[in-house]
């Protein structure tokens, strides 16, 4: 299923896009798509059952703003250098075990929201990422398996970055992730039943029209189910925790000087194959 969330920032109502590109209202069977929703298999059926029925009212989706597919996230985890390409261009080793760091979920917005560019800022940068939702309370696995056992579904990430706070400033990564807007996610929280392969996906970036990043999860260093079962050895992960599982070539940082920074009036666009599209437009904060 491809669930999602509508309406105006924080007044956002729970839908489905159908198999025919219809978008149906979900709000007369659940309450809102978040962990709890996720959790409950049964719940999960219902939608399922009333969708193949066709007993779902449409929605008109004209000038409809898409929010993000999750609701009342618990925390984001990210992964750093997963992706072989982007750890050579940035002329990093390949690390030995995946590198972790938070993101506050405050900084989600819809796929089509504004993006700030901090007060300050001279190296905001771009990172297309595949979002791992969790479906289930995960903590200690053993494998890899188990791992994408625990996958509720999947959805598109900007993994926005200001470089200089990131890496010049001191500290950890923390800086240069959290300020506000830098999490886009959506539009679609794609369920783990219909991606066949989540080491098999395409996901592409633009920049006022340019194609920066052409990049496939197939050169993810710790694919998916590694680093659920990874990161569950370190914290406990509850259904709607959500894990941006890394980037990869073509950000700006990895580019040649002068550095292609993102300035205010720029767009980004981005996609990865079966999730859908991101549209954002920078502005100054």
């Not at 809102?32 to 059952?49: F, S, Y």
Request: hydrophobic share 40%.
């Amino acid at each position: 299923m491809k669930l999602l969330r509508v309406g105006t920032a924080g007044r956002e109502r729970p839908a489905l896009l159908d198999a025919d590109g219809v978008l149906r209202d979900l709000s007369g069977l659940v309450a809102d798509i978040d962990g709890g929703l996720l959790a409950d298999e049964a719940a999960l059926d219902r939608i399922r059952a009333a969708a193949d029925t066709g007993e779902l009212l449409a929605l008109d989706g004209a000038g409809l703003r898409i929010g993000p597919p999750l609701a009342r996230i618990g925390k984001i985890v990210c992964i750093g250098l997963n992706y072989h390409d982007h750890a050579r261009e940035t002329g990093a080793e390949p690390p030995a075990e995946p590198v972790v760091f938070l993101k506050a979920p405050d900084t989600v917005v819809g796929p089509n929201d504004t993006v700030l560019v901090p007060r300050g800022s001279a190296k905001t940068d771009w990172e297309v990422e595949l979002a791992v939702v969790i479906g289930r309370t995960a903590r200690y696995l053993e494998s890899a398996r188990e791992g994408l056992a625990h996958v509720a579904g999947y959805a598109v990430a900007h993994d926005v970055s200001e470089r200089e706070f990131q890496i010049e400033r001191g500290g950890t990564w923390d800086k240069g992730k959290n300020c506000e807007t830098f999490n886009p996610l959506g539009p679609w929280l794609v369920t783990a039943d219909e991606v066949a392969d989540p080491q098999d996906l395409s996901l592409r970036l633009w920049v006022n029209g340019e194609l920066k990043q052409d990049g496939t999860t197939a050169e993810q260093i710790f694919p998916v189910g590694e680093v659920v079962r990874y990161v569950s050895r370190f914290m406990t992960l509850y259904p709607g925790d959500v894990i941006n599982t890394g980037t990869p070539a073509g950000v700006a940082l990895g580019r040649p000087e002068p550095k292609p920074f993102l300035r205010a009036g720029d767009v980004v666009e981005l996609e990865i194959e079966g999730l859908g599209r991101q549209r954002q437009e920078l502005k100054d904060a």
